[in-house]
Nanobody, 121 residues
Framework: HVQLVESGGGSAQAGGSLRLSCKFSGDIYRRFCMGWFRQSPGQEREEVATLDTNGGTYYDPSVKGRFTISKDGAKKTIYLQMSSLKPEDTAMYYC????????????????WGQGTQVTVS
């Protein structure tokens, strides 16, 4: 079992930056893919960015060039650096992990954090 705890959400003005952190623990070595999903009210959860153990990354086109996903193994933390924020980035952001390859399908992810709210105005 894997535990994921997000932090770093909050409010920002359009054009500003925030950095989300996700501290992980447990059987993380079994998890090939880790990343971030987000969900706005009335919307489906959507993949934002993922990182696999081979160093492969994926970014949703809406955030590519503005967001960066990274991992610090020593601190057992993954990060999502968000820059040039837009109001449409407002959502609950979730840290995720799964044993298999990274996927756009949220239902394939085994582990979810509790979420951290990001609000851009």
């Amino acid at each position: 079992h894997v535990q994921l705890v997000e932090s770093g959400g909050g409010s920002a003005q359009a054009g500003g930056s925030l950095r989300l952190s996700c501290k992980f623990s447990g059987d993380i070595y079994r998890r090939f893919c880790m990343g971030w999903f987000r969900q706005s009210p009335g919307q489906e959860r959507e993949e934002v960015a993922t990182l696999d153990t081979n160093g492969g990354t994926y970014y949703d086109p809406s955030v590519k060039g503005r967001f960066t996903i990274s991992k610090d193994g020593a601190k057992k933390t993954i990060y999502l650096q968000m820059s040039s924020l837009k109001p449409e980035d407002t959502a609950m952001y979730y840290c995720v992990a799964r044993s298999g390859p990274c996927s756009l399908r949220s239902t394939l992810y085994n582990d979810w954090g509790q979420g951290t709210q990001v609000t851009v105005s």
